[in-house]
């Protein structure tokens, strides 16, 4: 799971150097810049952090984290706590971003009389977007490893009641066996 979690931070930064849409070929570690916008970033942030740190949120990310080590353990309960927190802050990033744009497009089509401000702003609008699109895409390898978890706990308690099932239907057959012997040891007296 850290790999795919490196896979899309090296997959975003490669389309960013790459000059995609610029008529570019080759890769400038410059073009990085038209990327970034901490004011975006840090609207993300100030949607979705505080929500984090209310009652035991935060504890439960923390351990979403941790499941994307292999030696890592944990209670069924804890698991579903895990998936919960991860798919709240899932939509809540999404949530945050479309928020975002709406408000910038609205700030946008205020000023439209100002047409050369017209490509930053919405430059900056679809930005706030894609922030709130590679969060996601983080969050999706938490989400995926935590219902793996979840569906492993299954199968082992499966597992263990059809055992416990089979186990039973011979102890069944066992003491009717014996039940059925002790019948013709006393015909037989």
Not at 146 to 151: E, H, T
Not at 162 to 183: L, W
Request: hydrophobic share 50%; proline share 2%; glycine share 8%.
């Amino acid at each position: 799971m850290i790999m795919e979690m490196i896979s899309i931070v090296l997959g975003i930064i490669l389309l960013g150097t790459a000059g995609y849409g610029y008529g570019d070929s080759g890769f400038d570690l410059r073009q990085l810049r038209f990327l970034i916008d901490m004011p975006s970033l840090v609207i993300i942030l100030v949607f979705t952090v505080p929500v984090m740190f209310r009652g035991g949120v935060w504890k439960d990310f923390k351990r979403a984290c941790m499941l994307l080590r292999k030696d890592y353990g944990c209670h069924l309960s804890e698991l579903r706590r895990s998936l919960d927190v991860v798919e709240m802050l899932q939509k809540q990033v999404v949530f945050a971003g479309v928020v975002c744009v709406l408000m910038s497009l609205i700030s946008i089509l205020r000023r439209l009389s100002d047409l050369a401000s017209l490509g930053p702003n919405m430059a900056v609008a679809i930005l706030t977007m894609l922030y709130a699109m590679i969060f996601e895409m983080l969050l999706l390898p938490l989400q995926l490893e935590a219902k793996r978890r979840i569906i492993g706990y299954m199968e082992v308690d499966t597992d263990m009641e059809s055992g416990a099932a089979f186990a039973g239907s011979e102890s069944e057959k066992d003491i009717a066996q014996k039940e059925q012997a002790g019948d013709t040891e006393e015909r037989q007296i």
